[in-house]
């Protein structure tokens, strides 16, 4: 029929509707079963592949047609869910909006054209003689809970409801070894590579005394105590600690005003005598005095590395800020700039009808930046502080030897932790600032993965310096575990050649 007959849009201006109508109907021809379907609220982690249950937000939706389409789907499951989750935050507002509705395969359960039956495959099987039922069969679905919105209710808690939210989650601890003795074959332990030695602040640190350190760890309670110091810092403490609601205006996209809270270097015994105070959110107990300063960035340069959840820039302050800047006086006074993000994907139509998702990383804002590099501070404060333990039982070992042949110090490597700082944008009150984790540069050609988490047996490398270097480290974990009663020992050791970073 050609489109210019009278006749043709009046007989065809229903056609699309009609199609829909006709395709629900033969939906409904068959037996329509009722089923039961399990929904779950959850929300994906950061550098996470697996969802998280939020609390006990699981119920059975029953008595469902399988042919049941999206948008009811998401109604019912939402109208379900959504008493559970007002109990458990107080009524902290969430709407059908909020959330999406995904498989139980994480892929997004959205409307079709016609929207029936996005459930009913889980409940069919096909044989040579057409559809089958499967008896007993439930499908899930998830209620996906963005993180946005989730940490969102986070900080909207006061400190004790923060800390009965986020939970204090502890490592099963290893019974301690009784032995102490220093090894007859110390020598022979990190092998006979060469030795390499730093430049700047690479230097061996002052040693503290062997003696005095084992007092402390001699007293399992005291290392105890600190270990439960150890608390993820609440909303509320994080932006006590670093916010004035006094800023000063920024002075441009690249020199960014930022007040600098620098980290303290710690010992063992030191951490022990911090402990309560820690534990109680008094986080200031690992930093020294803040003082402003300039730091020049670039955050879209070219030079950006990305981490697992962790982005480098390469960036510089106007004055000295680490002991090798004061060391090697000569500008620019070179940083790592460090801040950790989040994946978000979207779905985003295509021109066919289709969907695909879209993975952007997004920087966090300051408060949850701010808890996210306390505890990567936390972390480093502890791992220097399991090194200084090593350098000093190296030290001890060495002059307890009588014998001139074993008084002669072995090839050990000189290795330590960066040390760090972290920079707050100084903004006007109310607005975003952003938060940085400076750390002394370590060159991208120098960088090295000498252990992993997953095995304490170092990177195979052909360099025999590596190599000396990597059985050194493998070595200062054996020395950590004995020494703390087999509580503690750094995990995941890289960096550079005399610089270490990321525990």
Same mark, same amino acid.
């Given at each position: 029929?050609?489109?210019?007959?009278?006749?043709?849009?009046?007989?065809?201006?229903?056609?699309?509707?009609?199609?829909?109508?006709?395709?629900?109907?033969?939906?409904?021809?068959?037996?329509?079963?009722?089923?039961?379907?399990?929904?779950?609220?959850?929300?994906?982690?950061?550098?996470?592949?697996?969802?998280?249950?939020?609390?006990?937000?699981? +119920?059975?939706?029953?008595?469902?047609?399988?042919?049941?389409?999206?948008?009811?789907?998401?109604?019912?499951?939402?109208?379900?869910?959504?008493?559970?989750?007002?109990?458990?935050?107080?009524?902290?507002?969430?709407?059908?909006?909020?959330?999406?509705?995904?498989?139980?395969?994480?892929?997004?359960?959205?409307?079709?054209?016609?929207?029936?039956?996005?459930?009913?495959?889980?409940?069919?099987?096909?044989?040579?003689?057409?559809?089958?039922?499967?008896?007993?069969?439930?499908?899930?679905?998830?209620?996906?809970?963005?993180?946005?919105?989730?940490?969102?209710?986070?900080?909207?808690?006061?400190?004790?409801?923060?800390?009965?939210?986020?939970?204090?989650?502890?490592?099963?601890?290893?019974?301690?070894?009784?032995?102490?003795?220093?090894?007859?074959?110390?020598?022979?332990?990190?092998?006979?590579?060469?030795?390499?030695?730093?430049?700047?602040?690479?230097?061996?640190?002052?040693?503290?005394?062997?003696?005095?350190?084992?007092?402390?760890?001699?007293?399992?309670?005291?290392?105890?105590?600190?270990?439960?110091?150890?608390?993820?810092?609440?909303?509320?403490?994080?932006?006590?600690?670093?916010?004035?609601?006094?800023?000063?205006?920024?002075?441009?996209?690249?020199?960014?005003?930022?007040?600098?809270?620098?980290?303290?270097?710690?010992?063992?015994?030191?951490?022990?005598?911090?402990?309560?105070?820690?534990?109680?959110?008094?986080?200031?107990?690992?930093?020294?005095?803040?003082?402003?300063?300039?730091?020049?960035?670039?955050?879209?340069?070219?030079?950006?590395?990305?981490?697992?959840?962790?982005?480098?820039?390469?960036?510089?302050?106007?004055?000295?800020?680490?002991?090798?800047?004061?060391?090697?006086?000569?500008?620019?006074?070179?940083?790592?700039?460090?801040?950790?993000?989040?994946?978000?994907?979207?779905?985003?139509?295509?021109?066919?009808?289709?969907?695909?998702?879209?993975?952007?990383?997004?920087?966090?804002?300051?408060?949850?930046?701010?808890?996210?590099?306390?505890?990567?501070?936390?972390?480093?404060?502890?791992?220097?502080?399991?090194?200084?333990?090593?350098?000093?039982?190296?030290?001890?070992?060495?002059?307890?030897?009588?014998?001139?042949?074993?008084?002669?110090?072995?090839?050990?490597?000189?290795?330590?932790?960066?040390?760090?700082?972290?920079?707050?944008?100084?903004?006007?009150?109310?607005?975003?600032?952003?938060?940085?984790?400076?750390?002394?540069?370590?060159?991208?050609? +120098?960088?090295?993965?000498?252990?992993?988490?997953?095995?304490?047996?170092?990177?195979?490398?052909?360099?025999?310096?590596?190599?000396?270097?990597?059985?050194?480290?493998?070595?200062?974990?054996?020395?950590?575990?004995?020494?703390?009663?087999?509580?503690?020992?750094?995990?995941?050791?890289?960096?550079?050649?005399?610089?270490?970073?990321?525990?």
């Amino acid at each position: 029929m050609a489109v210019g007959y009278a006749g043709y849009t009046a007989n065809h201006k229903s056609y699309t509707a009609e199609k829909k109508q006709m395709a629900k109907k033969a939906h409904a021809q068959g037996k329509d079963y009722k089923v039961t379907v399990m929904v779950e609220a959850v929300r994906m982690p950061e550098r996470k592949d697996k969802a998280e249950v939020l609390w006990d937000l699981v +119920e059975a939706l029953g008595n469902i047609s399988v042919n049941i389409g999206a948008r009811q789907l998401k109604e019912l499951a939402f109208k379900l869910i959504a008493p559970k989750w007002a109990n458990k935050t107080d009524s902290y507002p969430l709407g059908i909006d909020d959330v999406a509705l995904r498989d139980h395969l994480w892929a997004p359960i959205i409307e079709q054209d016609p929207d029936v039956s996005v459930i009913r495959h889980h409940y069919f099987r096909q044989t040579a003689k057409g559809e089958t039922f499967k008896q007993g069969s439930r499908a899930k679905v998830y209620l996906h809970v963005p993180n946005e919105l989730y940490d969102a209710w986070l900080e909207s808690l006061d400190e004790t409801d923060f800390l009965q939210a986020a939970g204090r989650t502890g490592k099963k601890r290893i019974k301690a070894s009784t032995s102490r003795t220093v090894p007859d074959n110390l020598d022979s332990v990190v092998g006979s590579g060469s030795h390499h030695t730093p430049q700047g602040n690479h230097h061996l640190e002052i040693t503290p005394n062997y003696n005095e350190m084992r007092i402390h760890l001699d007293a399992p309670s005291l290392l105890d105590d600190t270990l439960r110091g150890q608390v993820f810092p609440s909303p509320k403490k994080a932006h006590s600690l670093f916010f004035d609601p006094n800023r000063t205006k920024p002075v441009d996209a690249e020199l960014i005003d930022v007040e600098i809270w620098p980290v303290l270097r710690m010992t063992l015994p030191e951490l022990i005598e911090v402990a309560t105070q820690v534990q109680n959110g008094d986080h200031t107990r690992v930093f020294g005095e803040p003082r402003a300063m300039k730091l020049v960035i670039n955050v879209l340069a070219n030079n950006k590395k990305k981490g697992a959840f962790k982005v480098a820039v390469r960036g510089h302050t106007t004055e000295p800020l680490f002991s090798c800047h004061h060391e090697a006086p000569t500008k620019p006074f070179t940083v790592c700039a460090k801040q950790a993000f989040y994946t978000k994907f979207s779905e985003v139509a295509k021109d066919d009808g289709g969907v695909q998702r879209v993975k952007q990383d997004i920087v966090f804002g300051q408060i949850r930046q701010s808890q996210i590099l306390l505890m990567e501070v936390i972390c480093l404060v502890w791992a220097s502080a399991l090194q200084t333990l090593v350098t000093s039982f190296i030290s001890f070992a060495l002059k307890s030897r009588k014998s001139e042949a074993h008084a002669q110090q072995p090839p050990f490597p000189t290795m330590r932790f960066v040390e760090a700082a972290i920079a707050v944008e100084r903004v006007p009150a109310g607005e975003d600032a952003r938060v940085f984790l400076l750390e002394e540069f370590i060159e991208a050609s +120098e960088f090295k993965k000498y252990l992993n988490n997953s095995s304490p047996d170092p990177t195979r490398f052909t360099n025999p310096d590596l190599r000396n270097r990597g059985a050194f480290l493998s070595f200062a974990q054996h020395v950590q575990y004995i020494e703390t009663g087999g509580k503690l020992f750094v995990a995941d050791y890289q960096g550079g050649i005399s610089l270490l970073t990321d525990p």
